[in-house]
C-alpha cells in the first residue's frame, strides 16, 4: 500500500529530505519511504524502487512525499509526521544552541571583514544571483551549487575576471587553500604542489596519490567542469594557473581535467612554457602526446600525480611512470588468482572524474561501456536506471542530485543498485569507488560491505566487488579501517580508481 | 517583619533598600517576582545573566509559595549589575547583522508580530502573543532601547509610546519593563549586547546575540527583531 502527496512550490535543502525519510523508515509499519523533489529522474527512481507514480503531476519545482507501509492509518501517520519534520526539523533546533552564525551575507561580512571567499551552497536557480552578489562584495567564490546555467556561469566569471575574483565552479565539490579543505576534500599534507582541476573527485584523487608517494598540495583550485570548453573560454583555469604559476611557494603544477577545447589548452601550454615551472596535465582521455619537460602530459590520474610526485620530490618522472605500468602485469596475474569469469561489468560511481576515467581505462582495455555520463555522445544510456551490456553509471549526475543528497554523503540509492545488478544474471563485475574525506559519509565502508553482502548472497557469489578508495590516512573516516571492512566484506580494494579499472578488466574473460 | 529573611549574594544597583518586606508575586524556576509595599516590582535570580532593574542574585530560590512574604536583608550584599542605560553609539559596521535581526519575524512563533507590524503602529503589538512578557511588548521594548541608547532626549518615537500607552494594556511585568525603560534602565542581556554594539569587537557581538536568543521562548528574538526595526530607523 502506498501514499504519494505533492506539496507544491516547496524547495527543502536535501539533507532535511534525507533525514525526513530516514526518520519516516523507523516507523512502525513503514516499509519505504521518499521525499524527493519532482523531477524526470526522481519519477525513474520512485517508480524503481515499486512506487506507482502513473499519474503524478509534480513539477521539479514540487516536493513529493512518498510512503509505502501496511495499511492506511500507518501511511496517515507517516505523512502527517514527514509534513511537520519538514515544517519544524527537530535536529534544528538541536543544531541551533551554541554559537550564534549570521544567517545573511551582509550579516556574515559585517563580523568576518577580512573574507575573501564565499561558499555557496544553495539550489542551483539562486546560486547564480548570490554568486554575483558575492563578487561585486570583492569575494571569491566557490560555487558548490550544480544545476547553474551556462550563460549565467559565463557572466559570474567575466564579472569576477574584471575584479581579479576567481568563479570556482559551478558544480565544484573540492577547494583546497593553504592546505584548508572546502566542501569534499581529504586530509592530506601540505606542500609544494598546486593542483587546478574540473573539482571533483579528479581533484581529490590526484590530491590523494601525492600524498601516498609523500608529496603534500598548498592549493587545489575548482573550477567547473565546463570551464574549459570554447562557451567560457577558460576563464577560471587560465586564472587560477596564472596564480599558481607565479606563486613562488608552488613547486610543481598540476592542472587536471577532461580534454580542453584546443584553443584554451593553447592558452594554458603557452602560459606554463612561458613559466618553465614544471607542471604535469592530467587530460583524462585526452590524445596521446610527447612530453615537452618541464611540461608533462598524462592521461589518467594516478599517473599525472605519480609524475608530479616525481618532479616535486626531484626524481625522474620517466622512471616513476615505468613502474607504474609494470603494476598493470601484476593486477594480470591477480585476477587470475582471483578467477576469470564471462559476463557485463556495472560501475557505480559517486565521483564523477573517477566514473569517467573508468570508462576510458576499460576502453583502453577493449571493453566498450554504457554511461549516463559517457565520454562519447552515442555510449548513453536511455535510461540511467536501466544499465544494459558493460555500463558504468555516475549517481552523482545531475539527474540524481536535484533534490537529493550527493551519493558520497547518502549511499542509500547507490547501496540499493548493488542487490539490483546481483539479479541481472549477465553480471559478473562490480566496480565503484569508495570517497572519504571531510563532507563524504561518515562511515560508507560499513553501508557498502552490507550491501555487498546482500548483493554477493543474491547473486550466488557470481560477482566480483572490486573498488579503490580515495581516501588518506588522516581522513576522518580512517582509511585503514574502511579497508578493512569492505575486505572483510570480500570487496578488492586496489590502489588507484585506474587500478580498480584494469582488474576489472582483466577479470573478464575473453 | 514576615516571613524568611533572604540574604542576596549581589543586588542591581538600583536596590536601595537594605531591609525590606516583599510580597511574593510569582514563582518560577530561575526567579521569583516579588512585590513591595508600594507596588513596585523586585525579582530574585539565581543566574547572574538575569540581572536587570531592582534585581537581586541569590544561592538559591527561596521555597516561598505565591502570596507569602520574604524579607531581604542586602546590607552585605555588592552590586552586581547596573541596570543604567547610558547614551551611546551602535557602530554602523554593525548594521547589517542588526537589520538581519528582522528577519526573526519570520519565524513561525513570531509570525503574529509581522503580521500586525506596518512599520509605525506599534499600538497593536501591545500585549500580543504569549507569555508573561508578551513578544510583541518584546518587540516594542527592542525598538525603544535602540532609540533611547542613541538619543539623550527622547525622539518622537519615544514621546509617541510615552503619550501613547495606556496603562493596563499588556500584564503586569512587561508594563515594569516599559517603565524601566523610559526610566532609562535595562536588562543585562541587552545592556551587554547594546555594550557590545558600541565596541568593535565581533565575537562579543556574536555572543551578546545569542544570550539574547536564549532568553525565554522567543522574548530574545522578538526583542532583538523590534531592536532591528528601531536600529534602521535611526542609523
Known amino acids: 500500500m502506498q501514499r504519494i502527496e505533492i506539496i507544491r512550490s516547496s524547495y527543502y535543502d536535501s539533507v532535511t529530505l534525507m533525514l525526513v525519510a530516514k526518520?519516516?523508515?523507523?516507523?512502525?509499519?513503514?516499509?519505504?519511504?521518499?521525499?524527493?523533489?519532482?523531477?524526470?529522474?526522481?519519477?525513474?527512481?520512485?517508480?524503481?524502487?515499486g512506487f506507482d507514480v502513473e499519474g503524478l503531476d509534480a513539477t521539479p519545482n514540487d516536493l513529493i512525499i512518498a510512503v509505502m507501509g501496511e495499511d492506511s492509518s500507518i501511511l496517515e501517520n507517516a505523512l502527517k509526521t514527514a509534513k511537520e519534520y519538514i515544517a519544524s526539523p527537530p535536529w534544528k533546533k538541536e543544531a541551533s544552541a551554541g554559537d550564534y552564525r549570521p544567517k545573511s551575507l551582509d550579516g556574515a561580512l559585517a563580523v568576518q571583514?577580512?573574507?575573501n571567499i564565499a561558499v555557496i551552497s544553495v539550489a542551483g536557480r539562486y546560486a547564480g544571483d548570490l554568486a554575483m552578489d558575492c563578487i561585486d562584495k570583492g569575494l571569491n567564490v566557490m560555487l558548490f551549487s550544480d544545476n547553474v546555467p551556462l550563460e549565467k556561469e559565463i557572466d559570474l566569471k567575466r564579472a569576477a575576471s574584471e575584479k581579479g575574483l576567481l568563479v570556482m565552479g559551478p558544480d565544484c565539490g573540492t577547494v583546497i587553500i593553504r592546505g584548508k579543505a572546502l566542501g569534499f576534500a581529504n586530509a592530506c599534507p601540505v606542500g609544494p604542489v598546486g593542483i587546478v582541476a574540473a573539482a571533483g573527485t579528479g581533484l581529490q584523487e590526484v590530491h590523494v596519490q601525492l600524498a601516498r608517494r609523500g608529496v603534500g598540495t598548498l592549493h587545489g583550485i575548482g573550477t567547473g567542469g565546463r570551464d574549459v570548453k570554447t562557451e567560457v573560454g577558460g576563464i577560471t583555469t587560465l586564472a587560477a594557473v596564472e596564480a599558481l604559476l607565479s606563486d613562488d611557494e608552488i613547486g610543481t603544477l598540476v592542472v587536471v581535467g577532461k580534454p580542453p577545447a584546443k584553443e584554451v589548452e593553447d592558452k594554458i601550454l603557452d602560459l606554463v612554457k612561458r613559466s618553465g615551472k614544471p607542471s604535469v596535465f592530467g587530460f583524462i582521455g585526452g590524445q596521446a602526446r610527447c612530453d615537452e619537460p618541464?611540461?608533462?602530459?598524462?592521461?589518467?590520474?594516478?599517473?599525472?600525480?605519480?609524475?608530479a610526485a616525481a618532479l616535486a620530490k626531484g626524481e625522474d618522472p620517466v622512471t616513476a611512470r615505468i613502474e607504474l605500468k609494470a603494476k598493470e602485469e601484476r593486477l594480470k596475474k591477480k585476477a587470475e588468482e582471483i578467477g576469470l569469469r564471462k559476463g557485463y561489468i556495472r560501475g557505480l560511481f559517486s565521483g564523477g572524474t573517477l566514473c569517467y576515467e573508468a570508462q576510458l581505462v576499460l576502453a583502453k582495455h577493449g571493453i566498450d561501456t554504457w554511461s549516463n555520463a559517457p565520454f562519447s555522445k552515442e555510449k548513453k544510456l536511455e535510461n540511467s536506471l536501466r544499465p544494459t551490456a558493460h555500463s558504468i553509471i555516475d549517481y552523482g549526475e545531475d539527474e540524481f542530485t536535484q533534490?537529493?543528497?550527493?551519493?558520497?554523503?547518502?549511499?542509500?540509492?547507490?547501496?540499493?543498485?548493488?542487490?539490483?545488478?546481483?539479479s541481472d544474471p549477465e553480471v559478473s563485475v562490480i566496480l565503484f569507488d569508495v570517497v572519504l574525506g571531510y563532507g563524504c559519509n561518515p562511515d560508507p565502508a560499513s553501508l557498502i560491505a552490507e550491501a555487498v553482502t546482500a548483493s554477493r548472497v543474491k547473486s550466488g557469489g557470481r560477482i566480483a566487488y572490486v573498488a579503490s578508495i580515495c581516501g588518506f590516512d588522516n581522513d576522518p573516516q580512517d582509511f585503514e579501517k574502511q579497508k578493512k571492512i569492505l575486505e572483510d566484506a570480500g570487496v578488492i580494494v586496489c590502489e588507484s580508481n585506474a587500478q580498480a579499472s584494469v582488474l576489472a578488466a582483466f577479470l573478464l574473460a575473453r | 517583619m514576615y516571613g524568611m529573611v533572604i540574604k542576596p549574594i549581589s543586588v542591581s544597583a538600583d536596590w536601595n533598600e537594605s531591609l525590606k518586606t516583599y510580597n511574593v508575586v510569582s514563582v518560577y524556576r530561575r526567579t521569583v517576582n516579588i512585590e513591595d509595599t508600594e507596588g513596585r516590582r523586585c525579582t530574585l535570580i539565581t543566574e547572574p545573566g538575569d540581572f536587570s532593574s531592582r534585581t537581586a542574585l541569590v544561592d538559591s530560590l527561596p521555597a516561598a509559595e505565591k502570596g507569602s512574604f520574604i524579607s531581604v536583608a542586602a546590607d552585605d550584599a555588592k552590586v552586581g549589575y547596573d541596570p543604567s542605560l547610558p547614551v551611546a553609539r551602535i557602530c554602523k559596521e554593525w548594521l547589517p547583522l542588526i537589520l538581519e535581526w528582522q528577519g526573526f519575524l519570520a519565524d513561525d512563533d513570531l509570525a503574529v508580530l509581522a503580521d500586525v507590524w506596518d512599520g509605525v503602529n506599534w499600538k497593536p503589538l501591545i500585549g500580543l502573543g504569549p507569555g508573561l512578557t508578551p513578544a510583541g511588548d518584546d518587540f516594542i521594548h527592542g525598538r525603544l532601547a535602540a532609540h533611547l541608547r542613541l538619543f539623550e532626549h527622547e525622539d518622537a518615537v519615544v514621546s509617541d509610546f510615552r503619550s501613547g500607552y495606556s496603562s493596563g494594556s499588556t500584564s503586569k511585568l512587561a508594563e515594569g519593563f516599559y517603565c524601566d525603560l523610559l526610566a532609562r534602565k535595562i536588562w543585562k542581556r541587552g545592556k551587554t549586547l547594546l555594550d557590545a554594539l558600541a565596541a568593535d569587537d565581533a565575537q562579543r557581538v556574536l555572543d551578546a546575540a545569542r544570550g539574547l536568543m536564549d532568553w525565554g521562548h522567543s522574548s530574545g528574538r522578538a526583542w532583538l527583531a523590534g531592536f532591528a526595526f528601531g536600529a534602521d530607523e535611526i542609523l
Open chain 1, 23 to 49: 526518520e519516516l523508515n523507523k516507523l512502525a509499519g513503514v516499509t519505504s519511504s521518499s521525499l524527493v523533489m519532482g523531477t524526470e529522474a526522481n519519477y525513474n527512481i520512485l517508480a524503481s524502487g
Open chain 1, 113 to 115: 571583514k577580512d573574507s
Open chain 1, 294 to 307: 618541464p611540461v608533462y602530459i598524462c592521461s589518467e590520474l594516478e599517473e599525472t600525480a605519480c609524475v
Open chain 1, 403 to 422: 533534490g537529493r543528497l550527493h551519493p558520497m554523503m547518502d549511499l542509500t540509492f547507490r547501496c540499493e543498485r548493488f542487490l539490483t545488478e546481483a
